[in-house]
């Protein structure tokens, strides 16, 4: 059974930078699409990026420029790197594989004004 395991929230200044990390267990990241997701308080969870088996790389129209999706093979590890955070980044960050189905179990990014 795969298990993804996100680390790297907290709290941070507007304009800060922040870089979470994704780690796979039971499953190869490079066979599947890893996307990373978020949920803010009230509102439902909306897709921020995702990179695929190959090593394209997509993003949500208002977080392109500002956030990078990657990924380590060796380590079974995805990471999004955000930079230039907004208040309204502030959300609940979860990790996804999609051949698999899995989900984690998301950490907190907060964003302060």
């Known amino acids: 059974q795969v298990q993804l395991v996100e680390s790297g929230g907290g709290l941070v200044q507007a304009g800060g930078s922040l870089r979470l990390s994704c780690a796979a267990s039971g499953g190869i990241i490079s066979r599947s699409t890893m996307g990373w997701l978020r949920q803010a308080p009230g509102k439902q969870r909306e897709w921020v990026a995702s990179i695929t088996s190959g090593g394209s790389t997509r993003y949500s129209d208002s977080m392109k420029g500002r956030f990078t999706i990657s990924r380590d093979i060796p380590k079974n590890t995805v990471y999004l790197q955000m930079n230039s955070r907004k208040p309204e980044d502030t959300a609940v960050y979860y990790c996804?594989?999609?051949?698999?189905?899995?989900w984690g179990q998301g950490t907190q990014v907060t964003v302060s004004s």
């Open positions: 996804q594989g999609l051949f698999w189905g899995a």
